[in-house]
């Protein structure tokens, strides 16, 4: 299956420019755009290319262990008042499905000719990613990371630098991603001749949004035939947590032409959209411009991005991939928001459960399912079956969850 | 032909390059940045380029930033950029605009262009509006009479360059290094031959920024462009001042050393 996970596809597709209706696009210093046109003709030349295909999908199966199971989470489900199949992309290498970007964006960065990566990262799930590729591809790596976001992540910030990247804390703005994705992104328009910029997620201007779904779209794909396969029939819904928004997209596009299946994506809500604490750019947030794309962004009346809040690192970002505010616009996505508290509520019934502990970010699925299940149940008078994407593996979130839970022994 | 039009015409025929300099609006206060922009005028500077602050200004380096942060921190509004657009203006000087595109989408493009015009704004200078993105703006600035100045850079393509200049209108901003916005020890070798390659497609005045921080640098490139544009050396006279008063007094050095650079062309 993985190793073609880049056939032809057959979902929904932006315009020649990126523009997936009214967002999208390229709202970026000319300096880049020989850069992007460049990285689209390269993605577009592998997704077509025999051998490309084969030596990614052989990466994918070999090395970071996909397909990735879909498992019927039976005690989970009871409780739930649903049939859940979580996709487990937590059992990858590296531990979430971020490693199928970054293996197909190193694998291009080869084909390019550069001999560099940049990365922005938050809680520095993406950094590390990208410092695996690196050290396995040969390539000198530099990560960028808010200042805020190194102190609190000091453990990861160690991995990646035993993974042979150097690690850059962003001292300017909010000091922390936005900041980090500014930095790289000054980074790249004065290197970009050696460097390829190895963004972490569906953002950015394009082709990221749509290259970074082709390369994480093997998720759905394989869900989608795997549910066939377990239960005889498509689900009722899939869901998934949505920060940028990869792992969501992923899951989704092998669905978006079954008009049957509802898709749901749920949003850090961090303390309540109405405390305005929160990272839900779509629900939260308005139209406007950042980082390359117009997309949903959290911002003042002036435009001034504002900064977002999640107890998710990897959800904490004020906007979102523009393919996502176009199945907004277009209704084929539902996307609400889930607060941290009802979250960590799903973390701990899935950790007791199930005996499997979530990634924060994928929390914010499950809890999403929890109170879409019974709704779902009514609407259509029988047990629904939900496919939900459990994006990543809670390991890194050990330090905050304790914390939360109140089960750290005090230091003495 | 529009008033930069006719600045750049002006310093041609005294056989010199047209000095532009840039200030962020609100830094570090409202009345400060326009006593700034004054004090600039004064000791020479012909165009008055205004930046609004923007939370996210990645094409800025790191003076450029924390000035922007020191203006939005003193919660400065687009609103009162257009304030302080008006009172540079009555000053006889041009003053142009630079702008990262959200702010002006916020506050509504059509909105903003006949604000920025009735002010007595010349146009913009869009760092991450492509042409490619600005049918919005291309309508609003003829509608109310703007230039638009987009940017060049020497990664650009001889098409896009050709596509780039053919959308502009006052003058076109030629980036002389790959990078962002800081005065740096050298000037560019980069910039000459975009300048070239860029006056074989148009015959707008070209400015270069990026880089110019004395008045050598400027002469330099008053060799061969027809607009120097000098940002991060007169923003770090008053972020490095200790009183506003200094801050001024360095403003008025270095412009009028600038001034002297552009009236020498090293060629
Ligand atoms: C496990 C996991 N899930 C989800 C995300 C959110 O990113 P995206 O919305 O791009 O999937 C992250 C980001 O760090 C993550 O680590």
Partial sequence: MSADALAPVAGPQPDSAGHFGRFGGRFVPEALVAALDELDG??????????????????????????????????????????????REDLNHTGAHKVRNVLGQALL??????????????AGQH?????????????????????????????????????????????????????????????????????????????????????????????????????????GGLPDAVTACVGGGSNALGIFHAFVGDEAVRLYGFEAGGDGVATGRHAASITGGSAGVLHGTRTFVLQDADGQTLESHSISAGLDYPGVG??????????????????????????????????????????????????????????LGREPTIVVNLSGRGDKDVHTAGDYFGILDKER | MSRIGVAFDKARADGRALLVGCMPAGFPTVEGSIAAMTAMVEAGVDVIEVEIPYSDPVMDGPVIQRASDIALAGGVRTADTMRI???????????????????????GVDVFARDLASAGGTGLITPDLIPDEADEWLAASDAHGLDRTFLVSPSSTDARLAMTVQHCRGFVYATAVMGVTGARARTSDAAPTLVSRARAVTDLPIGVGLGVGTGAQAGTVAGYADGVIVGSALVRCVLDAPTEADGLAALRTLSAELA????????
Avoid at chain 1, 115 to 120: G, L, S
Avoid at chain 1, 184 to 213: C, Q
């Fill in chain 1, 42 to 87: 390269a993605w577009r030349t592998a997704m077509t290319d025999e051998s490309f295909r084969a030596e990614f999908g052989a990466l994918l199966r070999d090395y970071a262990g996909t397909p990735s199971l879909l498992y019927e989470a039976r005690r989970f489900s009871a409780k739930v008042g649903a049939r859940v199949l979580l996709k």
């Fill in chain 1, 322 to 379: 523009p393919e996502h505010a176009w199945l907004h616009d277009t209704g084929r996505a539902n996307y609400l928001p889930v607060t941290d508290d009802e979250a960590m509520a799903a973390f701990e019934l899935l950790c007791r459960t199930e005996g499997i502990i979530p990634a924060i970010e994928s929390a914010h699925a499950l809890a999403g399912t929890v109170a879409l299940a019974p709704k779902l149940a009514a609407e």
């Fill in chain 1, 127 to 231: 950094g590390v990613a990208t410092a695996t590729a690196a050290a396995l591809f040969d390539l000198e790596c530099v990560v960028y990371m808010g200042q805020v976001d190194t102190e609190r992540q000091a453990l990861n910030v160690a991995r990646m630098r035993m993974l042979g990247a150097t690690v850059i804390p962003v001292t300017n703005g909010s000091r922390t991603l936005k900041d980090a994705m500014n930095e790289a992104m000054r980074d790249w328009v004065a290197n970009v001749d050696e460097t390829h910029y190895l963004i972490g997620t569906a953002a950015g201007p394009h082709p990221f949004p749509a290259m970074v779904r082709d390369f994480v779209r093997g998720i759905g794909d394989e869900a989608r035939q795997q549910c066939l396969d377990l239960t």
């Fill in chain 2, 260 to 267: 002297e650079g552009v009236r020498n062309p090293t060629r």
């Fill in chain 2, 85 to 107: 657009i008006e009172a540079v203006a009555a000053t006889g000087a041009p003053v142009v605009t630079m702008t990262y595109w959200n702010p002006v989408e916020r506050y």
């Fill in chain 1, 109 to 122: 960065t080869k084909r390019m000719g550069k001999t560099r990566v940049i990365a922005e990262t938050g």
